[in-house]
């Protein structure tokens, strides 16, 4: 069994007292104050979340755009240096080995962030996959840390607690800097469905930063508790739910970040033939008409009890106030308002199809 690791955070996050519990092969924070008012600093002003457990990898040299994209169901060709790219990395049947951000710093150099959970599976599937390219694949994760700041007052933070002038970023755009002698990379990305800004750089600085944002009192600690029932309510999607590698990213209502006129990328083939032919699978959301609450894995059910799919996530929502899930299931029974049950425990709860997106995103335009 391996070692939990520590994110450069962990001491801090203990001091505060807030509830740790393994994520990721990390020791991570799931709340501080609770997740309801982590959750509504996010939405209302600003929070800030520990997420040096993510993973980053650098890929360089003369053929690292063609391998990217080579890798990647985005198309990195169709941006410039400065800009960031959502996609997936899929196996030769289209389902999901990871679903990352690209950052393109210039034509041949590139930098990915995967998720914690999948490091080792995913910079293993990248070194063997980089054979007959040239290009250089340096794992960064354990030297790098990464503040994620969310929400509406996130900008002001930034700029006026940290020093960081990025009011001139626009959404998933990044850029490079030093601060106070030391390299930092910070992009207006996030994963709440609010503005806000995701900062790289080493350890001490990632804890001065962090040091910096406490002493200020402008942005709310917050633990990977409300960062999942943010990120849920605006329908991004989270790896071992509703991606994995037995879900396609067309299962998952993510088509969009799927190139098909690429002239090659792993899983093309597979995802083309569930594009042209139907996938058998949708995700959907579901409202629940009571106040129940789904969770992962519970059955979803058609009216004559026969199980036709799973609860991926299912939340009372903090936003909307709703019983709400997302679920994967059988593609006849994803259409719109169409009723379905949901096994909890042993009773049945009625539910009807509705879109993933159960509250609106504010980010920057």
Same mark, same amino acid.
């Given at each position: 069994?391996?070692?939990?690791?520590?994110?450069?955070?962990?001491?801090?996050?203990?001091?505060?007292?807030?509830?740790?519990?393994?994520?990721?092969?990390?020791?991570?924070?799931?709340?501080?104050?609770?997740?309801?008012?982590?959750?509504?600093?996010?939405?209302?002003?600003?929070?800030? #979340?520990?997420? *040096?457990?993510?993973?980053?990898?650098? @890929?360089?040299? %003369?053929?690292? +755009?063609?391998?990217?994209?080579?890798? $990647?169901?985005?198309?990195?060709?169709?941006?410039?240096?400065?800009?960031?790219?959502?996609?997936?990395?899929?196996?030769?049947?289209?389902?999901?080995?990871?679903?990352?951000?690209?950052?393109?710093?210039?034509?041949?150099?590139?930098?990915?962030?995967?998720?914690?959970?999948?490091?080792?599976?995913?910079?293993?599937?990248?070194?063997?996959?980089?054979?007959?390219?040239?290009?250089?694949?340096?794992?960064?994760?354990?030297?790098?840390?990464?503040?994620?700041?969310?929400?509406?007052?996130?900008?002001?933070?930034?700029?006026?607690?940290?020093?960081?002038?990025?009011?001139?970023?626009?959404?998933?755009? #990044?850029?490079? *800097?030093?601060?106070?002698?030391?390299? @930092?990379?910070? %992009?207006?990305? +996030?994963?709440?469905?609010?503005?806000? $800004?995701?900062?790289?750089?080493?350890?001490?600085?990632?804890?001065?930063?962090?040091?910096?944002?406490?002493?200020?009192?402008?942005?709310?600690?917050?633990?990977?508790?409300?960062?999942?029932?943010?990120?849920?309510?605006?329908?991004?999607?989270?790896?071992?739910?509703?991606?994995?590698?037995?879900?396609?990213?067309?299962?998952?209502?993510?088509?969009?970040?799927?190139?098909?006129?690429?002239?090659?990328?792993?899983?093309?083939?597979?995802?083309?033939?569930?594009?042209?032919?139907?996938?058998?699978?949708?995700?959907?959301?579901?409202?629940?008409?009571?106040?129940?609450?789904?969770?992962?894995?519970?059955?979803?059910?058609?009216?004559?009890?026969?199980?036709?799919?799973?609860?991926?996530?299912?939340?009372?929502?903090?936003?909307?106030?709703?019983?709400?899930?997302?679920?994967?299931?059988?593609?006849?029974?994803?259409?719109?308002?169409?009723?379905?049950?949901?096994?909890?425990?042993?009773?049945?709860?009625?539910?009807?199809?509705?879109?993933?997106?159960?509250?609106?995103?504010?980010?920057?335009?």
């Amino acid at each position: 069994m391996s070692e939990t690791k520590l994110t450069c955070l962990h001491d801090r996050h203990v001091a505060l007292g807030a509830q740790m519990t393994p994520f990721g092969g990390f020791d991570m924070p799931i709340q501080y104050e609770g997740i309801v008012e982590e959750h509504n600093a996010v939405r209302n002003a600003c929070g800030v #979340f520990d997420v *040096s457990h993510m993973g980053e990898v650098l @890929i360089t040299g %003369s053929d690292a +755009g063609r391998y990217v994209n080579h890798i $990647f169901s985005n198309d990195v060709s169709a941006i410039v240096p400065g800009q960031i790219l959502y996609g997936m990395m899929l196996n030769e049947a289209g389902g999901t080995v990871d679903d990352l951000l690209v950052y393109k710093r210039a034509d041949n150099d590139y930098f990915l962030v995967i998720n914690a959970a999948n490091i080792d599976k995913d910079v293993a599937w990248i070194m063997t996959n980089a054979e007959g390219y040239d290009v250089t694949v340096e794992h960064l994760s354990d030297s790098l840390g990464e503040l994620a700041i969310q929400g509406p007052e996130a900008e002001a933070v930034v700029e006026q607690v940290l020093g960081i002038q990025c009011r001139e970023l626009e959404f998933y755009t #990044f850029k490079e *800097s030093l601060l106070d002698g030391k390299h @930092i990379l910070v %992009s207006r990305t +996030g994963y709440t469905g609010e503005d806000g $800004f995701e900062i790289y750089a080493d350890h001490d600085t990632i804890v001065a930063l962090w040091d910096a944002l406490m002493e200020s009192g402008r942005a709310k600690p917050c633990g990977l508790g409300c960062r999942d029932t943010l990120r849920f309510e605006v329908g991004l999607p989270l790896y071992g739910d509703e991606l994995a590698d037995d879900i396609s990213p067309v299962e998952a209502g993510l088509s969009m970040f799927v190139k098909l006129d690429k002239p090659e990328f792993i899983g093309k083939e597979a995802v083309l033939k569930q594009k042209t032919e139907g996938a058998p699978r949708k995700l959907i959301g579901l409202e629940l008409l009571d106040r129940a609450i789904p969770r992962h894995g519970y059955e979803v059910l058609n009216d004559a009890d026969e199980v036709v799919g799973y609860v991926t996530t299912g939340y009372r929502g903090i936003s909307v106030d709703k019983s709400i899930a997302a679920a994967l299931v059988l593609t006849p029974y994803a259409v719109k308002d169409t009723e379905l049950k949901i096994r909890i425990r042993r009773k049945t709860f009625l539910a009807r199809v509705t879109a993933k997106k159960f509250y609106k995103k504010s980010y920057k335009k």
